[in-house]
Nanobody
Framework: QVQLVESGGGLVQPGGSLRLSCAAS????????MGWYRQAPGKERELVAA???????NYADSVKGRFTISRDNAKNTVYLQMNSLKPEDTAVYYC???????????????WGKGTLVTVSS
């Protein structure tokens, strides 16, 4: 099993910045793609940003130019730098990882428990 633990959420004023972190742990797995999703009250969970092991990135249109996803493969950690935050960015942010069990073709998907980001004055 791969465990994901997010940190860095909180309350920030509109226009402010936050940096989320997500650390993956667990032996016997190779972490491939990692990403951040969010779910606002009354809405479905949506992809915010994703990054492959090689560093290719993908962003939701709503966050392009404001958010940056990055990762440290040695630490199995993914980051989300969020700038110019807007009230509509308020949501629970979830970390997601796709992992391959070493020595097999078994893939598994893991989710963190989420961290709340509130953008409000």
């Amino acid at each position: 099993q791969v465990q994901l633990v997010e940190s860095g959420g909180g309350l920030v004023q509109p226009g402010g910045s936050l940096r989320l972190s997500c650390a993956a742990s667990g032996s016997g797995f190779r972490i491939n793609a990692m990403g951040w999703y969010r779910q606002a009250p009354g809405k479905e969970r949506e992809l915010v940003a994703a990054i492959t092991r090689g560093g290719d990135t993908n962003y939701a249109d709503s966050v392009k130019g404001r958010f940056t996803i990055s990762r440290d493969n040695a630490k199995n950690t993914v980051y989300l730098q969020m700038n110019s935050l807007k009230p509509e960015d308020t949501a629970v942010y979830y970390c997601n990882a796709e992992a391959l069990k070493i020595g097999t073709v078994t893939r598994m998907e893991s989710w963190g428990k989420g961290t709340l980001v509130t953008v409000s004055s």
